[in-house]
């Protein structure tokens, strides 16, 4: 299993940022996925999340109506576009699946995110 996180970077807030995750080693197109976040200091939580074939996504009530989770399975890949960022989104962003223990527990090395206010 390899998960590659990118797009993060520092911003102001109420900036935009498109993050892309890029999977490989399993079966990704059967495999619900989702976007968590681990700020500083804090557990890593679940901030959206998408059905194996997209039809359905979920986000965490802070997130609601800024975050969109989307993926191309033919590409392997998932993206999380983030519009109205605040301070509080600062947080390093990891994808993967959402039985992510089914995969073997893998992480990739996530991507950095920091919201100045």
């Known amino acids: 299993v390899q998960l590659v996180e990118s797009g993060g970077g520092l911003l102001q807030a109420g900036g935009s940022l498109r993050l892309s995750c890029a999977a490989s080693g399993f079966t990704f197109s059967i495999n619900a996925m989702g976007w968590y976040r681990q700020a500083p200091g804090k557990q890593r939580d679940l901030v959206a999340a998408i059905t194996s074939g997209g039809g359905t996504t979920n986000y965490a009530d802070s997130v609601k109506g800024r975050f969109t989770i989307s993926r191309d399975n033919a590409k392997n890949m998932m993206y999380l576009q983030m519009n109205s960022l605040k301070p509080e989104d600062t947080g390093v962003y990891y994808c993967?699946?959402?039985?992510?223990?089914?995969?073997?527990?893998?992480w990739g090395q996530g991507t950095q995110v920091t919201v100045s206010s």
């Open positions: 993967n699946a959402v039985k992510w223990q089914n995969l073997g527990s893998s």
